[in-house]
């Protein structure tokens, strides 16, 4: 359910946001509505993508493992080129 909130905009902003909208074929609520859901999600993305990046770094410091980024990168182009590549070994970190 929607819920009504006021927003404060620069005079500025909403000039700029006007023919932004127009633009798109779009009301400009319509158009910040959309702009403030991609933003919520990228901020949710990226909270996320860190949470991943710091759990990945508290396993390598627990394990002493992790692989060599030449090793995963020439990997990854096998793959990508239809090949059947060994899998990278871990190494001691």
Not at 7 to 24: D, Q, V, W
Request: charged share 30%; aromatic share 6%.
């Amino acid at each position: 359910m929607a819920t009504t909130t006021t927003l404060k905009l620069p005079e500025s902003l909403k000039k700029r946001i006007a023919p932004l909208a127009e633009s798109a074929g779009k009301t400009p609520h319509a158009w910040m509505v959309e702009a403030l859901e991609t933003h919520a999600t990228l901020a949710e993305q990226r909270r996320a993508f860190i949470a991943e990046a710091l759990a990945a770094e508290k396993e390598v410091r627990k394990t002493g493992r992790a692989y060599r980024a030449e090793d995963v990168h020439r990997y990854i182009r096998a793959r990508a080129a239809g090949k059947k590549p060994a899998r990278p070994k871990p190494v001691k970190w």
